[in-house]
């Protein structure tokens, strides 16, 4: 199938909450606000605050909405998506519903995210599996390192599709590919890449698929998401909340209890899951990423990060080559004797990027323009 990823997206700076002065480059942490997803966040409190215009149905409607273009961002339908918290909730899930016995192995890679690598921990300690940490050799990269400790012992696969620290890719269809063929589970942490870089799980068909929403998917703190193959939909949920009962619609006959749960991954739902509050918001986010077209984000980011990359070069700067990484964040790598320098310069000049381990993680979005990227290379020429 070709997709259509032009034209490439011009800066969108004018729907972004990020005032002139401010050159934001942390994407990778915690994303501005869209001025959608703020006024969606306004109308919600407001109509929150007015709970008599809030009707039963309301309950169900916006959350099934956010479940259904959720699904569309990840090539599914609503029926695999969960409505979770934060990605600990998401793989405290996975965890529970896979079965692991003594010996085998749960594959992670190195310096991972901790919300994903504390749980895998627990989940080896009850289980007697044991945590297999993937490191790179020299020259290699993550997704050769990754198959090379593909065997028969592992029974987890946990990866995300670049890494957190430096935006260092993992090919997810190779290492889909023989974590299928060894009949080994796949957990794929996708927040960060999900909404700037494509995923489908109809090609890649993992197990589960986890994401924070307030970093690539544009949205408030808060609201996470879980999608998760059909085989797993009927297992076992952390919590037993009303809503996810059987006809919970029905506000009057709360108290005829229940032992089936609403249809596909709905189980899987944390309590309170409707956050008044918090869902417009994910709503308005989504939507303008469907229709900005994930594709075309990439692209649009492919170029900005090329050109931050070749800059770095011209300042002596390494980065991970384009092969490498995705197309959404890179790591530059800094001298350990000029991050202090570096990071106060940064502060100076109003510009907000992240230094994670030893590199200055950069993470723009569409509405970095070009006067932004001048003003981080200011800084960065000034300090290195
Ligand atoms: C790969 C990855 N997973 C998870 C998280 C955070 O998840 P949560 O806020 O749900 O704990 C981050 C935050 O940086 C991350 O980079």
Known sequence: MSVDVSPILSPQRHLFDVPEEIA??????????????????????????????????????????????????????????????????????????????????????AEEYPSGVYTWRKAARRTGAEIHTVTRASGQTWTQAILAALD????????????????????????????????????????????????DVRALRPDFVISV??????????????????????????????????????FARLVDYRDEYQPGARRFDMGQRTTFELTPMALAALRQLVDWQVPRIAAALDAVTGQIAERAAGLGLTTVPPEQRGPHMLGIRLPEQTRARVEAALAKANCFAAVRGGSLRVSPHLHTTAADVDRLFAALAAAV
Do not use: C
């Open 24 to 109: 934001y480059f942390n994407t990778a942490n915690l994303a501005p606000h869209l001025h959608a997803v703020r006024a969606a966040g306004n109308a919600a409190l407001d109509r929150r605050g007015r709970p008599w215009t809030i009707t039963a149905q309301d309950w169900f409607t916006d959350v099934e909405q956010l479940r259904a273009l959720f699904g569309q961002l990840v090539g599914a339908d609503a029926e695999g998506v969960a409505l979770i918290p934060a990605t600990s909730y998401g793989f405290a899930v996975a965890a529970n519903n896979i079965a692991l016995t003594e010996g085998e192995r749960i594959l992670v890679v």
């Open 213 to 250: 929403g307030y970093k690539w998917l544009l949205g408030p703190f808060g609201r996470g998401y879980l999608w998760m193959a059909e085989e797993h939909r009927h297992g076992d949920p952390l919590e037993e909340n009303w809503i996810v009962r059987a006809d919970s619609e029905d």
């Open 152 to 199: 028969e012992r592992v029974a987890v696969v946990s990866v995300p599709n670049v890494h957190w620290t430096d935006g260092a890719l993992i090919d997810l269809p190779a290492i889909a590919a023989r974590t299928h063929e060894l009949g080994a589970r796949l957990v794929i942490d996708a927040s960060q890449s999900l909404g700037a870089l494509p995923l």
